[in-house]
């Protein structure tokens, strides 16, 4: 578990993070993940860690912090948690700050992942393929999750949730971003009638090389084809807010533990703490790993194992089935 920010939000405002399972804990290992491939696909939820600890933590970062919103996140699927309801009504009701959760959406043929996700105020779910065969490609689900099944808990979602539904469509180029795999999208946005759909591609290095992002006529294409409801997602690097008294290491740390982080902005924040040296130091010995992806470095916790390069060796769903099942 990590909460990291305030950081500069497409919700409102600045929204504080939350990550409430271990990173690369899935129950998909997404081609696009900018995490890394999952260590094991996981199709059960289960409670990670005191919820009481978290939701202390998450309060008193809140208190010092002033967040607009409070987002569940994450390097892994946020719903595999069966805190996850309780920590969003919790936080809420304490808090008294508006909250976020995003979801995968491989979980929400489950009625209670359902219940837990009908108490936050916005909740935001992927939705990557219109059919079977794009959805077992780019998603590489557990073996347990049916593609059927998934596409109708995002209906029943809709139909269940007081707050919004935003949909995420992650453009990956030459596997989801030519004119019969946005139709099939299309149609399911149009029967699920999302509140926003933002259009996304990858801006961090991915799980496999072949990830890479649509060109800009092809991603201005897709959004004319998702509907008027598409929009382009500002990505980039939010400013994360930090306080003079903050530890750089922990600071880093925290981030990287949730997500990779450019070197430059790692380099902004050191000298924003007045740590020099200190990111050179993380880096040798051992505690953040670098890693290069079109043309820019990015640093990645190297706490639980150096992150494998990508690759172009497709692991294929079989491969994660057959992981899943022993």
């Not at 996304?200 to 799980?207: E, I, N, S, W, Y």
Request: contains cysteine; charged residues 25%; glycine residues 8%.
């Amino acid at each position: 578990m990590c909460v990291y920010g305030p950081v500069a939000s497409n919700l409102s405002g600045r929204t504080l993070k939350v990550c409430p399972v271990p990173a690369r804990t899935c129950t998909c290992s997404c081609v696009y993940c900018h995490h890394g491939a999952t260590k094991k696909a996981r199709g059960v939820r289960r409670d990670f860690q005191n919820r009481s600890v978290v939701l202390e933590r998450i309060l008193d970062v809140c208190g010092r912090s002033h967040p607009d919103f409070i987002t569940f996140t994450g390097g892994g699927e946020p719903t595999l948690d069966l805190s996850l309801g309780w920590l969003i009504r919790e936080t809420r009701r304490l808090a008294k700050v508006p909250v976020a959760a995003v979801t995968n959406g491989t979980l929400l043929y489950r009625q209670d992942v359902r219940q837990d996700l009908a108490r936050a105020d916005v909740v935001i779910s992927s939705l990557d393929a219109g059919t079977e065969e794009l959805f077992l490609d780019i998603k590489r689900p557990h073996g347990s999750l049916d593609f059927a099944r998934v596409q109708g808990g995002l209906l029943r979602l809709k139909e269940e949730l007081r707050g919004e539904l935003w949909l995420d469509v992650m453009l990956v180029r030459r596997m989801n971003d030519g004119p019969e795999a946005l139709k099939a999208i299309r149609t399911v946005i149009d029967q699920v009638e999302p509140d926003v759909v933002r259009v996304k591609v990858p801006f961090r290095p991915p799980a496999e090389s072949r990830a890479l992002p649509p060109s800009p006529e092809a991603l201005a294409g897709a959004i004319r084809l998702l509907g008027p409801r598409a929009r382009k997602f500002d990505a980039g690097e939010e400013p994360i807010e930090c306080w003079e008294s903050s530890s750089f290491n922990r600071v880093i740390g925290t981030i990287c533990a949730c997500r990779p982080i450019p070197l430059a902005r790692a380099r902004e924040i050191e000298g924003r703490l007045r740590s020099p040296g200190a990111l050179q130091r993380m880096i040798e010995i051992g505690d953040l790993v670098p890693r290069e992806w079109q043309g820019e470095r990015f640093l990645y916790a190297g706490n639980e194992g150096t992150k494998k390069p990508p690759t172009t060796t497709r692991m294929g769903v079989r491969d994660v089935h057959h992981s899943a099942r022993h």
